[in-house]
């Protein structure tokens, strides 16, 4: 079962534009990681937030967590052409590295 | 460093087969998970190995198993494979033994059952 969930499901942008992503998530979590996955290969690791973090940045991308609200949202600024990948949250589950994944937001960032 | 390597990296098969997918792990990462990735279900958990021990199994079904080396190198085994197994299966390795900790994923083994 999935428990975080992205919205939108696909995301179409101009080169330049930035791009939000949204995430919720069901229960309670220690950390929150974004990954990126290009033409249905490895996923690349973005980013991790914490669950007593709020806000964290990573070149031109930007995380917020809400726990209260069970969401979170990934900002990829001035974004490029090589950003068109999915974008997939996992949340942690109740033990163990096992992490929960969303069905991801595909991004498409034209030239 | 190298990054998380798996072989083979594609795989066609024929149903009530079964297939053997393996991984080798970043250098000095411990911790190893495997997932299924398919267009219906999304990515999905499917066990983690610590120290050459199950830590954790997602929800699947007795035909899915694995073991991890003392190198840390990991295997899993499908046995009698269906149609529905035809998935991407990734394998992701970590150097930390907490909760939820960063994962670094490989190229994945793309397998076909016909």
């Known amino acids: 079962s999935q428990q975080g969930e992205e919205d939108p499901q696909a995301l179409s942008i101009q080169e330049g534009e930035n791009a939000t992503m949204n995430c919720s998530y069901k229960t309670s979590i220690n950390n929150l990681q974004w990954y990126r996955q290009n033409s249905g290969r490895g996923l690349v690791h973005l980013i991790l937030i914490r669950s007593n973090e709020r806000e964290k940045h990573s070149g031109r991308l930007r995380v917020t967590l809400d726990t209260s609200k069970k969401s979170s949202s990934l900002l990829i600024t001035a974004s490029r052409a090589a950003d068109t990948a999915s974008y997939f949250c996992a949340t942690d589950g109740s033990d163990g590295n096992k992490l929960v994944f969303g069905a991801g937001t595909i991004l498409r960032v034209k030239s | 460093k190298a990054g998380v390597t798996q072989t083979p990296r594609y795989l066609i098969k024929t149903r009530g087969q079964q297939v053997t997918l393996s991984c080798s792990p970043i250098?000095?990462?411990?911790?190893v998970s495997w997932y299924q990735q398919t267009p219906g279900q999304g990515l999905q958990f499917l066990f983690e190995y610590f120290s050459e021990t199950q830590r954790n199994k997602g929800n699947f079904p007795g035909r899915f198993s694995g073991r991890q080396f003392s190198n840390s190198r990991s295997e899993m085994n499908v046995s009698t494979l269906e149609l529905g197994d035809s998935a991407l299966y990734l394998c992701a390795s970590s150097s930390l033994i907490g909760v939820g900790e960063t994962q670094y994923f490989g190229p994945g083994t793309r397998l076909l059952v016909l």
């Open positions: 250098s000095g990462h411990r911790s």
